[in-house]
Every structure is written in C-alpha cells, then in structure tokens.
C-alpha cells in the first residue's frame, strides 16, 4: 500500500512577469489561461488525482487572498487538508517550515510533497508517476526535487546540475541561478542540466532537520507563529507580528543549495511555470499562423505573437514575434524574447508610486462610478446636517456640542478649539455645496463663541473651554490654530463678516509666537514644549491652502510651500513610502518607539494634499509622493478583515494601533479622488469600495445622522459617542465624492 503524502500547494507569489495582467491584488494562479479553471484550482484537482494512497491538501497563501482562496476550493474534496494562510509573505522557506510543521503535528514524520501553485502541468497521471518514483529517496531521508530536461537554451530557469544516476534518480552536484544566454546553451550542450520545477518531496523530519542546521531562525520564528496561530472552519490564521518576525528567504537559498545528498528525479510531465508572455505563447492554443489571440483583438499580418486585450478592441497589424496585452488601465508591448524582462518595468512604476501593479480595474469591482451617489447625498442632506445643525448646537451656552449620544441627546463635555472650528468650517463647506439650512447663522454662531470664549491675550486662541464657556486649557496649540484658520477661510468664503479680520490676526500671532525662529516649521505650542509632530503642519499645510484659495494671495502659496519643504527634507521616508509623525527639536526621528510609529490615515490626508498643492504651484512630482503615500497605507496599513484603515503602524507594516476610526476611511475616499484626477490610473473603483466600507461599517450601523467611529480588528464596535470633530472629515470627503460624481443623477 502507497504512504501517506501530505501534500502543500504555495500560492503567496505576485507574479510580476505576467504584468499587466497579474497583480497584487489578483496574481497569476488565480487566472483562468486555458478555459478550464484558475492555475490554483487546476493545481489542487491534479493533487486530490492521485491514483493510490492519501493525499491531504493543504494550502499555504496569502491572508488578503482568502475570498479567492475559498472560491477556488469550492466543490474540492481536500482530504482533511485546508488553507493556512499567512498575514504578510516572508518567502518560501517560510512556506515549507510550516508546511514541515504541519505535517510534524498532526500526521507524524510522514512525506511532504511542496508544489506552486502558478505551473501549467497538463499529464496528472505522469505527474504522480514522477512523485512516487521519488517517494523511496525521501523516505531514506533525502530531499528530493523534480528537473524538466530542457528543450532550449531558457534564461528564465534555474537549473540543476546533476551526476551519478541509480534507479531513475539522480544525485544533484548543485544549483545554478537563472543564466545568460551562452550560458544557457552550455548547461543544453552539457546534457546533465535540468530546468528546477520548484517542486519538493521529503520526510518531514529530514527538512526539521536540514532548518536546524542551517537556518534555525526561520524554523523558530516559524514555529512559534504556527503555535500561536487560530483556527476556524474557513483555515488557520498566524499573528502578524509573529509572523513577521521570520526571516525572509527563499528555499532554495536557505536549505537546498547548502544541504548534502538531495536527489532529482526526472519529471515524466509536462511542465511550464508560465512565468512569461512567451510561456502562454508556447502552451496556447495557436492559430495557423502561431498566435495565440485572446480577447476583443482584430490581428491582420501577424505571427508567432501573443496578442490579448482584457477590454476594449485591440487591433494589430504586421506584428511578429511580439507580446501585446492590454488591460482597462495599462498596455504591454515587447517582443517574446524579451517578455520576461517586464519586471523592468513593474519595478520603474513601483519607484515611481504608481498602483497600475498593486491593483486590478475589475468590473466585478464597482457597479458604476457614482453607485453610492444617491445614499450619500441622502445622508449628508437629509440626516447629518439637519441633526448635527440642532442637536449640535448649544443654543444656551454658545458654541457646538462635543459629543452626542447615540440617542442624538448632547453630551455635556468640555469644548475643544479645534472641533468648534471643525464644525464651522462643516456647515461652510454644507453652504458652499447647496445645502439649503442655516449654515450663516451657524457659522456665525460659532465664529462669535470661538472668539468671544476663546482668544488669549495675545491675540491667539485656547485649547479647551468649560461647556459655560469658560477657558479649561489656555493652551495656544498650533493644532488647534490649524483648525481655527481653516473655518476662517471657508467661512470668509461663505460671507462672514468677521472671517478675514480674524484670520488676519490669527497669522499674525502665528508668525509671532508660533514660528520656529529656525525656519524649520511651527511649534507645537507657544511655550515650545512636547515633541515636534508632522501632523499639526499637515493642518497647516491645509489651512494655508484654503486661504490661497480664498484670497489668491501667494504669500499663503508660500506659507505653504515651507509645509512641503519640511515633507520631502523631514516627514517622508523613500525607502518606505511612510510618513513619520513623531521627531525631536533637530526633526530626527523621535528616540522612543515613536520614532517608527506611522498612520495611515495622515498618509490618505498628506496625498489629497500634495495633489492639491501640486496644482496650485506647478509641482507636478509631488503627485508621485502622494502615490506612494498612498500605496504604502494601502498595502501596510488596512485590516485584512475589514478593508478598514488601523490607527497606526510600524514603518514595515506592523500595526501598532488596531482601531479602525472614522476619520481615515473618510481621508481614503479624498486621496482616491484626489488621485484619481493626477495623471494616474482610473482609481474610481477605488473611490467607490472605500465609499462603500465607509457606509458598510461606520455609518450604516448607527442611528440616523450619526456613525461607529471605534470599530475593533474584527469589525465590532467600540464607540460609546458620536465626536464631533469626526464631522468635518465625513462632510468634506463626501461632498467632494458628490463632486466628482455630478454627472449622475441623485
């Protein structure tokens, strides 16, 4: 009777050679290229084929990847296997530590078969045929893996060399990376060079033992990941952090290139990795002149090319020899001979921020630009700013609520500066966009209590007031000044009477009090105490704007322009895309651990930002720093449960404050829209699933008017009120959504 195989199928890789069709978000093994399913269901129903014996099917895969992931195992009989997947790739040597794990823990020291899950093997038959003429090798401990004789002299393989042969295996001399061109026709001349599949068999004890002898690293941080990790009916999951924590290498590098003894047998199958155009042209199915045609595409003249259009028509003529793949948002021309170097060019867009590799313009994505067009407007019109226009205002004290409860009643708490200028600067913004309530006289209002409560001597303006009125924190914060600036230009804008004189006074004590005599930004209070933040002179940066925007007057541009100097000498970080928010008096990071702490939320507001002012002063580069600003928190910095933006992360993605607020999800949906319009890709599918995750999780829950602004890692809500200051954020994010969206009916 055959032993038992535990099969692994490894499906975390991007598949970058196969851009612009494989992409981050949709890598190649969940592609469907021949007709008869995904690479990755294809790969499980060849493995669930053995003829004889168990085969438990296990699958190692991304945590972002877990709707795929499930789609494809529908219907699969698994064998007692299931999905593991991992919260952040670390590579493939982590893949088969646990893998080893696994299969160490719940099926003993039993046969480990690792295979990718992104390989074209159409002989199922002859693929477990070469397994088990492998299986008597692995179970007399050796690592065994699997060589294609090679058919042509292929740079895009590695390869094993290989010397004595007994019963159909072979030993492995070594391996060698991928070669150039003469290279590659030696090792064909040579006759004992094969072309590495990638795949592995091994007793799961021989690999445990071959990690403890050269990489005990990654088998400990492994193990320890796999301890801690939870389970539920739809697979395991492992703690980030821990996770994290592996060393990233591949198994190539970190075991089978250092170990002694491993065997290759010859695989009786056929193979491809489809790891390039000119693959899918060699296994396509070709017409009389040799091209394979896929999509809307009229080819007149053309040969031996592999044409595709994921869209609109394609039209080519006289072409030979050449890949051309045309998705919603991005073309690919070269010839077949050099298909395998578009990761040229995937790596040029990722330097330059581009989300053309991270995300897929599917239709299945969005219904329609402007879908959720009607429940905003409905929103926004009909239940926020009539409640927070009566239940908000503090008709008896002066002023705007801090809070309300959940039941629309005011709570009594003390009156920050900074959310009676946020709510200013809301029913401004109302005003400007037609809402037809009492935005004058609420402006109005608040600017007369702000001014009337809240001035200091100086001429500048408190933290915080007692509900009465009375100052509770004469503290003049440049946050808060920030926000005050803000309302101003926008209420200036809408008519008030006092706007201009008040902002005018509030530079005024700026310069004066609050500027760093260094010229190096602003301090965080007039006594120039606590450390130095980034995020108060995002607020200014913001401010500034409005009033160029009010006034055309360039000294504001150039206010502001200083913001930006100290973002490209200071805040920003090229190596990680991330935005620092905590430094010392020199601007180095700051020493503690918040010198790494990033949040993704001030990234979505820096890159609606920088857009905005790279408008308005003609530098276009910054358009590229906000790509990247928003790739990074795109990428690190959203809970893989929700879609929802966490409060903080570590600068390699880590998150460090798990609560998902309002406010981010608000400033996502303003970086889309910003970006959306900077010369990018069509980021409208975007706007519309940010607008969405909004609702679905923040707003839709909560009564009428109000939204959850504290929602924990799984999605439950923690919030106890409803904070005013969130108002702004929700207002001015989903009016410029109805801006953008106008064309369609309400």
Not at 626 to 636: G, P, V
Request: aromatic share 10%; with cysteine; net charge negative.
């Amino acid at each position: 009777m055959s032993q038992r195989i535990v099969s692994f199928v490894m499906s975390g890789g991007v598949g970058s050679r196969l851009w612009p069709l494989s992409r981050e978000d949709n890598p190649k093994q969940f592609h469907d290229f021949s007709g008869d399913g995904s690479m990755l269901a294809k790969t499980l129903r060849r493995l669930a084929a053995r003829p004889d014996g168990q085969t438990p099917i296990f699958l190692i895969a991304s945590e972002r990847h877990a709707d795929r992931v499930h789609a494809d195992l529908a219907g699969l009989d698994l064998a007692g296997g299931g999905p593991l997947f991992e919260p952040t790739g670390r590579n493939t040597a982590a893949a088969v530590a646990l893998a080893t794990l696994r299969t160490l823990s719940e099926f003993g020291d039993s046969l480990v078969l690792v295979v990718p899950s992104d390989h074209e093997i159409s002989t199922a038959g002859q693929f477990w045929q070469s397994v088990e003429a492998g299986a008597e090798a692995a179970r007399a401990g050796r690592l065994v893996v699997f060589g294609i004789k090679p058919t042509q002299p292929e740079t895009g393989y590695g390869y094993i060399e290989v010397s004595a042969e007994k019963g159909g295996v072979s030993d492995v001399s070594r391996f060698v990376e991928k070669p150039d061109l003469a290279t590659a026709r030696g090792y064909l001349e040579a006759g004992n060079f094969y072309w590495n599949t990638g795949i592995f068999l091994f007793r799961a004890a021989a690999m445990r033992d071959a990690f403890a002898a050269f990489e005990p690293d990654i088998w400990r941080t492994t193990e320890a990941a796999y301890k801690a990790a939870t389970s539920d009916l739809s697979g395991l999951y492992m703690p980030l952090d821990l996770y994290a924590a592996i060393p990233s290498n591949s198994i190539d590098y970190a075991i089978m290139e250092r170990a002694r003894d491993i065997a290759m047998v010859p695989a009786g199958f056929r193979w491809n990795d489809l790891g390039s155009w000119q693959s899918l042209l060699d296994v396509g199915p070709a017409d009389d002149q040799g091209n394979v045609i896929v999509g809307d595409v009229v080819a007149i003249d053309c040969e031996n090319s592999y044409i595709r259009s994921d869209g609109r028509l394609l039209s080519a003529i006289g072409m030979k020899d050449v890949a051309i793949v045309s998705t919603a948002d991005a073309t690919f021309v070269a010839p077949v001979s050099h298909s395998q170097h578009v990761k040229k060019v995937v790596e040029q867009l990722e330097k330059s921020g581009r989300l053309e590799t991270r995300f897929t313009p599917a239709h299945d994505r969005v219904i329609e630009s402007g879908a959720w067009r009607r429940r905003v407007h409905h929103w926004l019109f009909q239940e926020t700013l009539p409640l927070w226009s009566t239940a908000g205002v503090d008709e008896r004290h002066g002023g705007f609520h801090e809070a309300l409860g959940f039941d629309g009643s005011p709570l009594m708490k003390p009156k920050r500066m900074r959310t009676q200028a946020r709510q200013v600067y809301a029913f401004a913004v109302a005003k400007e966009r037609g809402w037809t309530g009492p935005a004058e006289r609420l402006i109005a209002h608040g600017i007369d209590f702000m001014a009337a409560k809240g001035r200091t001597e100086r001429g500048g303006w408190v933290r915080m007031l007692n509900v009465d009125g009375a100052v509770a924190d004469a503290t003049e914060d440049a946050y808060d000044h920030s926000c005050v600036l803000l309302a101003l230009a926008h209420a200036h804008m809408s008519g008030n009477p006092d706007a201009l004189r008040l902002g005018e006074e509030t530079f005024a004590f700026l310069d004066a009090h609050l500027e760093d005599h260094r010229m190096t930004g602003f301090l965080e209070t007039s006594d120039g105490k606590g450390e130095r933040r980034s995020n108060p002179h995002m607020h200014l940066l913001e401010a500034f704007l409005a009033w160029y925007q009010a006034t055309g007057e360039r000294a504001h541009l150039r206010r502001a322009a200083r913001i930006i100097d100290l973002f490209r000498s200071h805040f920003f970080d090229p190596e990680s895309w991330t935005l620092g928010e905590y430094f010392d008096a020199e601007w180095k990071p700051a020493a503690s651990d918040k010198g790494g702490w990033t949040e993704p939320g001030h990234h979505f507001e820096w890159a609606s930002l920088l857009v905005d002012f790279a408008g308005r002063s003609g530098q276009a580069e910054l358009s590229g720093f906000a790509r990247k600003l928003y790739a990074s928190a795109i990428a690190n910095g959203l809970n893989r449960a929700t879609g929802l933006a966490y409060g903080a992360v570590s600068r390699q993605g880590l998150p460090l404050d798990l609560i998902s607020r309002s406010w981010p999800q608000a400033e996502a949906i303003k970086a889309a829209i910003a970006l959306d319009g900077s010369g990018g890709p069509d980021l409208k599918p975007e706007i519309e699933a940010r607008v969405g995750r909004l609702f679905r999780w923040h707003i839709d829950p909560a009564p009428l008017g109000l939204w959850i602004d504290r929602i924990d890692e799984r999605g439950r809500s923690l919030a106890s009120d409803v904070p005013a200051s969130i108002f702004y954020h929700l207002v001015c994010a989903l009016t410029q959504y109805l801006d953008g969206t106008a064309g369609e009916a309400v």
